[in-house]
């Protein structure tokens, strides 16, 4: 298994690319603007398949250069959680207004909680953490003990719960339920650095307060 991330755009979002060697199959977890393309190049250059862009949720930032992504890519299916498909198929707001529009597309297909998908042999769990978005998710690979986290928590901070369709009383289950996974995963999010779920349950204000006793 290999993973490289890279780092841009407009919110500094990151986005993976994950890949299986053996098989040659890889996929990329979130699209932000202006950062997709050296990833891509150095897919081409291994010789990897991308055969997926999958969504941790619809916002902005991790959608952007969806279309860049199946230009290289044609076969490449875009997944995303159906709650989160209007902001994929209307992703021009007002709320967010951008320098650069974005293409209207739907999905590929979708994904749920507790589904389970491959990379060419290493699987990987689909959670569903709405909060920070109706439709977030995040992707837990249980055999590498890493964890695809989008927005839901970064490093001493989590995502944002003020946008209109946030909702912070599903954030803390969301918060509370991955805080369950073995303490050694590794959370790759969708902004700032990597880091593991016991150090955010040491140090997170944010975690630590969700994790308190109602």
Known sequence: MQILSNTGGIAATNCYLIADEATGQAVLFDAPDHTVAPLLE????????????????????????????????????????????????????????????????????????????????????????????????????????ILIGGDLIFVNSVGRTD????????????????MKLPPLTRLLPGHAGVTTLADEAAGNPYVIEALSPD
């Open 42 to 145: 150095e897919a081409k250059k291994r010789k990897w398949n991308i055969i997926g862009l999958w969504l941790t949720h619809g916002h902005f930032d991790h959608i952007a250069d969806h279309a860049l992504v199946t230009k290289n890519f044609p076969n490449a299916k875009v997944l995303i959680h159906r709650l989160d498909e209007p902001k994929l198929i209307e992703p021009n707001t007002k709320f967010f207004p951008l320098p650069f529009e974005i293409p209207s597309r739907k999905a590929d297909g979708y994904i749920e909680d507790g589904q389970t998908l491959k990379i060419g042999d290493i699987p990987l769990t689909v959670i569903h953490t709405p909060g920070h978005s109706p439709g977030h998710v995040m992707y837990h690979f249980p055999d590498q003990n």
């Open 163 to 178: 946008l209109p369709d946030s909702d912070p009383a599903k954030m803390r289950e969301s918060i509370r339920r991955v």
